[in-house]
């Protein structure tokens, strides 16, 4: 101790380089333990969220430490659509998802990024937010049926989003390689759709009037049309019945979770999958194998 005295009195810059040396040491093992606490908790489950304010709760997680124009749209009024602006949803969704196909050539790809864009927007354009919450006055309220679609592009923070978008990424590559471009479509939108209209007729049933966002009906479908895949064709399906499985258990564990909406996702997904997903038989006697699912229309 006196010989690291003296070498600090006679070399001050050594004292201080080995004092440096242990604050960064220190930094990088909670740079680490944050990591991986962050990595964990993001890979979690996929989130269908209801919040309890028609305006989102924001938080200091928001790009750019949150600031926008939240104060503006916190101060005014609802934004309002006349009925025929509502129907204008519609075909400039389908507009953007063809774009979207066109730059990316795969759906998972491009409903990430239309997922994150939407998002941005939330941010810097609450006024796209507003008008797309999923409430209890939806198909009621003039101008209020594009809801059903616009909810699940849109996400309460950056953590929800990330996992929702992280659970899109894992289950949707395998499930667009199997069912093909047109029918993975088909199967997550109507996932989605049949999610927002579950969760809309509990809060008719309930009388609560608990706003909904979120991407993970359409992800919960595809879960389940993958289960529905893999069981029918002999594959091994216990660690995707598993996944999704132990996601409904996680969600009903959880506050702030719109589990009507899960369970609406997920049976969506398994009966799309049951009647358009692909059903491989063997023809010619066993020597080729032909696509046959129980409803061809409209995909043949």
């Known amino acids: 101790e006196s010989l690291r005295n003296s070498c600090a009195g006679f070399c001050p810059r050594l004292a ?8 960064q040491q220190k930094a990088g093992c909670w740079r680490a333990v944050g990591l991986t606490v962050g990595l964990a908790t993001m890979a979690l489950r996929p989130t269908r969220r209801p919040v309890r304010q028609t305006q989102m709760s924001r938080g200091s997680y928001e790009p750019f430490g949150g600031v926008y124009a939240r104060d503006y749209a916190m101060g005014r009024s609802s934004a309002q659509l006349r009925p025929q602006q509502s129907w204008l949803c519609f075909p400039c969704f389908c507009v953007a998802l063809a774009i979207a196909w066109r730059v990316f050539h795969k759906w998972t790809d491009a409903l990430i990024v239309l997922n994150v864009v939407s998002f941005l927007a939330q941010c810097y354009f609450p006024v796209w937010e507003d008008l797309g919450i999923l409430t209890a006055d939806t198909l009621r309220a003039p ?6 679609v616009v909810s699940s592009f849109l996400h309460s923070s950056w953590y929800h989003l990330a996992t929702n978008m992280y659970s899109l990424w894992y ?3 395998p499930a667009e390689y199997a069912f093909g471009p047109g029918r993975f479509l088909f199967v997550y939108l109507v996932s989605a759709g049949v999610c927002a209209f579950s969760s ?17 009906g359409g992800v919960f479908g595809l ?12 594959l091994p399906c ?13 969600g009903f564990t959880s506050q702030g979770t719109d589990h009507a909406g899960h369970l609406g996702g997920a049976v969506a997904g398994a009966m799309a999958c049951y009647l358009w997903g692909p059903r ?7 020597l080729l194998v032909r696509d046959a699912p129980l409803v061809t229309w409209p995909f043949v």
Request: hydrophobic share 50%; charged share 15%; no cysteine.
């Open 223 to 234: 879960m389940a049309a993958m289960a529905i895949f893999r069981f029918r064709h002999g």
């Open 280 to 286: 491989y038989v063997y023809s010619i006697g066993g």
């Open 200 to 216: 809309l007729l509990v809060k008719w049933r309930s009388r609560r009037n608990f706003p909904s966002v979120g991407a993970s």
């Open 171 to 173: 289950s949707g590559r």
């Open 143 to 148: 101008a209020s049926s594009h809801r059903l």
């Open 238 to 250: 216990a660690e995707v019945w598993l996944l999704l499985l132990l996601n409904l258990l996680v």
């Open 16 to 23: 201080v380089t080995e004092h440096s040396v242990l604050i």
